[in-house]
C-alpha cells in the first residue's frame, strides 16, 4: 500500500516519551543542499543506488525472493546472510525517496518489497537462503551463524524507513507478521535464545517508536538482555566473546569479538535505555565507548584490528598494514555515537561521529560512489599481495561475495542530513558543519538556520537566519575539539567570546531575519602521537587537517621516493598546496622529512646490533605530498600510509 509520502525522516526517532537531552529534527527539517557531502549523497543517488541494484541482481540476490515466492526455479545464491543486502538497499532507496520522489527509485523499491513479500512463508518466516537450503524444522537451530534474526532486524529498518519516508507500508505489514511469528517462538515464556549477530535490538526499538506498540519494545529488551545469560552460544567457536555474549551487555566493560556485532548490540542497547528511561543502562553504554576510544580506536575512528574473525584485539592492539577496521564497523559505531549524542547531548560523541564519518566511513567508498573497501587499513607496502578479496591491496572493488558494506554505505549516504543538526530544549544545535538549512518548530515558532561552507577545504561555516520567532532561542554550535581555544565566532561581524573548555558555542537571542553568524576553525595542520602501549604506530606520527587524517602514497610524491622509506621533521609545520581537481579539490599538504636508505650490507640482515656503525644509512632531503585518507587508492593502488617514522634526532 501507498500512503502520500513523508518528507525525509531521521533513521532513529525517539518516542516522545523518552529520556534524551535532544531529540533529531522532523521529517523535512533536515536538509543538506551543496558542499562536500552533498556531492557524495547525489553520486550515491544517482549511481550507487542504481549501481546496487545491478548487483544485487547479478549476484542472484534478487533471484532467491523469486525462487522461494514461485516466479523462478532454481538453487540459492550467496551467503546464508544475503538477504540483508536487499533489506540495506531497500532503506537507502526509501530514505532518498523522503529526499524527492524518484519515479524510478520507487518502481525499484516496489518491485522489490513485492519479491520480498512473495518468499513470506504462511507463518510468517522470512529468510530465502535459508528456507531454499534448509527444511523448516532446521529454522532457528544454528542461531549462532545463519543470521535469521539479523536478517529480520535489516528488513525491519527498511520497512520503518519505507513507512515513514516513501509511505510505503507493504514492507510494515510484511514486518509485523514477522514480530508476531517470533514472539510466539522466543520471549520469557518460549525459548531463550537470541541471534549471533545483531542488529535486531536496534531495528525492533524503532518499529516500537513507530507502531507504539509495547509488547515490540519488549522484544528487543528480551534480545537484548538474553545475550550472556542463557545464551552464550555453547559450541560455537571461536566461542561466546565473539557474539558478544561473555557477559551481559549491562555488564559489559569492553568490547570485544566481532566489531560490526558489538556496535550494533550496543547501539541497539543505547535505545533501549533511551526508551526506558534505564539510567544505569545508559550509564553502561557511556563507559563502553569511553573505554572504546580510548584503547581500540584506530586514528582514523576506524574498529576492529584483526583479519581473525573481524575481531576487535586486545587493547592497543592496532597494526596499521594488517588493520582491519571495516567500513560496517565505521557505520556501526557512527549509529552508536549519534544515540548517545542524542542521549546525553555531549560533543564527544559529535566528534566522535564527524572523525568517522570523514575517515573511517568515507575512504571505504571510491569518489565515483559505486566501488568499495571492505577493510581499512592504515598502510599498504610495496610489493603486498592480495590475499584475499577484502584486502585493499586489490583497490576498491564493485561488489564482494560478502557484499555487507556497499549497501551499508548506500544507506548511511542517505541518512546523513540527520546527523548534522539536533532539537534541543531551547533551540537548535549543529553538530556537523556542511551546506543546508535546518529547521525547528512550526508556525510562528519556526526557526530555519541555513548553513554555508566549504569544510572540510575550509574551515568557514557562515550561517544565515531565515525563520525566526519573536522569542529567545538558543543557537548552539559545536566547536570540534582540534579547534578548541583557537575558534572564532562572530554575530552580525562582532566577537561572541568563546571558552576553549566548552565543546559547544551557544547564543541565547532573539534572533532577526538575515542576521549573519560565523564560525571560523582552525584548520592549521598538526601532528598527533601515540599512547606508549599503541606499539605498532611508535616513534610515529599522524598528520591531520580539521577533520581530516592525511595519508601518504606513491601517486603523488612523482616517482622519486617509496612512502615504505619515508620520515617526517615533526617540528616543520605542513603547507598546504593547491587542491587536486582529480580528487575533487582535496587540500594537498607539503611534509618536510627524508627517504632513508640503507647499505646494500645492512639489507641482507634487518636486525643490526644496537648502537653499532653496521648500518650506513643515507637520508635524502624529500617535501613529502599527503591527502586526506579517504581520498587514497582512486587514482592508482599503490603503497600509502597513514602514520609517518619520525626523522632520527
Known amino acids: ?49 542504481r549501481s546496487g541494484y545491478q548487483q544485487l541482481e547479478a549476484s542472484g540476490t534478487f533471484r532467491n525472493f523469486r525462487i522461494v515466492g514461485g516466479a523462478e526455479e532454481g538453487e540459492a545464491s550467496g551467503m546464508i546472510f544475503q538477504d540483508s543486502d536487499v533489506y540495506k538497499w531497500l532503506e537507502a532507496v526509501a530514505v532518498e525517496l523522503g529526499r524527492e520522489d524518484d519515479r524510478d527509485l520507487r518502481a525499484m523499491a516496489q518491485e522489490v518489497t513485492g519479491m520480498i513479500a512473495s518468499a513470506q512463508q504462511e507463518d510468517g518466516y522470512l529468510n530465502s537462503v535459508h528456507t531454499l537450503r534448509h527444511p523448516p524444522e532446521e529454522r532457528y537451530t544454528v542461531l549462532a551463524w545463519n543470521h535469521e534474526l539479523y536478517c529480520y532486524g535489516h528488513l525491519i529498518q527498511a520497512a520503518v524507513a519505507l513507512a515513514r519516508n516513501a509511505g510505503e507500508t507493504e514492507l510494515l505489514d510484511v514486518s509485523l507478521r514477522i514480530v508476531d511469528h517470533l514472539e510466539s517462538i522466543f520471549g520469557p515464556q518460549g525459548r531463550a535464545a537470541t541471534g549471533g549477530h545483531p542488529v535486531i535490538e536496534m531495528a525492533l526499538v524503532e518499529l516500537f517508536r513507530l507502531t507504539g506498540r509495547e509488547d515490540i519494545k519488549d522484544l ?138 570523514f575517515n573511517a566511513f568515507l575512504a571505504g567508498v571510491s569518489l565515483a560512489g559505486t566501488e568499495y573497501f571492505y577493510v581499512n587499513s592504515l598502510q599498504l607496502r610495496e610489493g603486498a599481495k592480495a590475499d584475499e578479496g577484502r584486502s585493499i591491496a586489490h583497490g576498491r572493488r564493485g561488489w564482494f561475495d560478502c557484499a555487507c558494506c556497499p549497501p551499508n554505505i548506500m544507506r548511511t549516504f542517505a541518512s546523513l542530513d540527520h546527523l548534522v543538526a539536533t532539537e534541543t530544549p531551547d533551540g537548535l544545535a549543529i553538530h556537523q558543519f556542511t551546506t543546508g538549512t535546518w529547521s525547528i518548530g512550526q508556525g510562528p515558532d519556526r526557526f530555519t538556520v541555513s548553513t554555508e561552507t566549504s569544510y572540510p577545504h575550509d574551515g568557514l561555516v557562515r ?71 599503541l606499539d605498532a604506530s611508535r616513534g610515529a606520527v599522524a598528520l591531520e587537517r580539521g577533520p581530516l587524517v592525511y595519508a601518504i602514497e606513491n601517486e603523488d610524491q612523482g616517482g622519486a621516493a617509496s612512502v615504505d622509506d619515508a620520515a617526517v621533521d615533526s617540528g616543520a609545520v605542513p603547507e598546504p598546496r593547491a587542491p587536486i581537481t582529480a580528487l575533487d579539490g582535496a587540500v594537498p599538504l607539503a611534509v618536510s622529512g627524508s627517504a632513508v636508505a640503507v647499505s646494500e650490507a645492512a639489507a641482507a640482515w634487518p636486525y643490526p646490533v644496537h648502537g653499532t656503525a653496521d648500518v650506513e644509512v643515507t637520508r635524502t632531503p624529500t617535501t613529502w605530498t599527503a591527502i586526506p585518507y579517504y581520498a587514497w587508492g582512486n587514482r592508482s593502488v599503490g603503497p600509502m600510509r597513514v602514520w609517518l617514522p619520525l626523522e632520527a634526532d
Not at 555488564?251 to 533501549?272: I, M
Open 463 to 533: 550561517l544565515r537566519i531565515e525563520e525566526a520567532p519573536d522569542a529567545p532561542r538558543r543557537l548552539s554550535l559545536r566547536i570540534p575539539s582540534w579547534s578548541r581555544g583557537t575558534a572564532t565566532l562572530t554575530r552580525s561581524g562582532a566577537d561572541v567570546p568563546l571558552s576553549a573548555a566548552d565543546d559547544y558555542a551557544s547564543i541565547e537571542a532573539t534572533f532577526p531575519v538575515g542576521e549573519i553568524v560565523e564560525l571560523r576553525l582552525d584548520l592549521t595542520p598538526r601532528f598527533v602521537g601515540v599512547h606508549h602501549r
Open 1 to 49: 500500500m501507498t500512503t502520500a509520502p513523508n518528507a525525509l525522516a531521521a533513521p532513529a526517532i525517539p518516542t516522545g516519551d523518552a529520556e534524551v537531552a535532544q531529540r533529531p529534527l522532523a521529517a523535512g527539517d533536515a536538509r543538506i543542499t551543496g558542499g562536500f557531502w552533498h556531492t557524495r549523497q547525489q553520486r550515491n543517488r544517482r549511481a550507487g543506488l
Open 220 to 357: 528487543a529488551r528480551f534480545f537484548l538482555d538474553v545475550r550472556g545469560r542463557e545464551e552464550r552460544f555453547p559450541g560455537a567457536h571461536p566461542g561466546p566473546g565473539y557474539f558478544s555474549a561473555d557477559v551481559p551487555v549491562r555488564e559489559t566493560v569492553s568490547v570485544e569479538g566481532h566489531a560490526v556485532r558489538a556496535l550494533y548490540l550496543f547501539a541497539g542497547a543505547t535505545d533501549q535505555a533511551i526508551e526506558d528511561g534505564d539510567g544505569d543502562l545508559l550509564a553502561r553504554t557511556e563507559a563502553v565507548f569511553a573505554d572504546l576510544l580510548a584503547t581500540k580506536t584506530y586514528v582514523t575512528g576506524g574498529m576492529g584490528a584483526r583479519w581473525d574473525w573481524e575481531a576487535f584485539g586486545d587493547p592497543y592492539e592496532m597494526t596499521t598494514d594488517r588493520g582491519y577496521a571495516e567500513t560496517c564497523a565505521a557505520i556501526g559505531a557512527i549509529q552508536w555515537a549519534w544515540r548517545l549524542l542524542l542521549a546525553t547531548g555531549k560533543g564527544l560523541y559529535a566528534d566522535a561521529v564527524e572523525r568517522l564519518l
